[in-house]
Nanobody, 120 residues
């Protein structure tokens, strides 16, 4: 199983970016998916999560600016980021709880990360 993120880059303050994460490999089902970020010198923190049923949860720092969504049929999760601030600069990681077969346990997977830099 692999999680591959895309969509990071350099953006000016107030701008927008959309991150995507595709899960591939032997997948029976995916439960929760989410986005986390880690800035230099800081611990990794939760940004947003979404359940298989579409229930979302956001960090207070991004509420009203970021939107998480998913496409269950295509094993994709997105993070729409608007009104970006310099403090949003970080490596953003995709995370998912995946069951690889009908009898298997849920296993947690991480993507390799994509850099988001907010700077003028």
């Amino acid at each position: 199983v692999q999680l591959v993120e895309s969509g990071g880059g350099l953006v000016q303050p107030g701008g927008s970016l959309r991150l995507s994460c595709a899960a591939s490999g032997l997948i029976f089902s995916i439960n929760a998916m989410g986005w986390y970020r880690q800035a230099p010198g800081k611990q990794r923190e939760m940004v947003a999560t979404i359940s298989s049923g579409g229930i979302t949860n956001y960090a207070d720092s991004v509420k009203g600016r970021f939107t998480i969504s998913r496409d269950n049929a295509k094993n994709l999760v997105y993070l729409q980021m608007n009104s970006l601030k310099p403090e949003d600069t970080a490596v953003y990681y995709c995370n998912a709880d995946i069951r690889r077969n009908v009898l298997g346990n849920l296993e947690n997977y991480w993507g390799q990360g994509t850099q988001v830099t907010v700077s003028s």
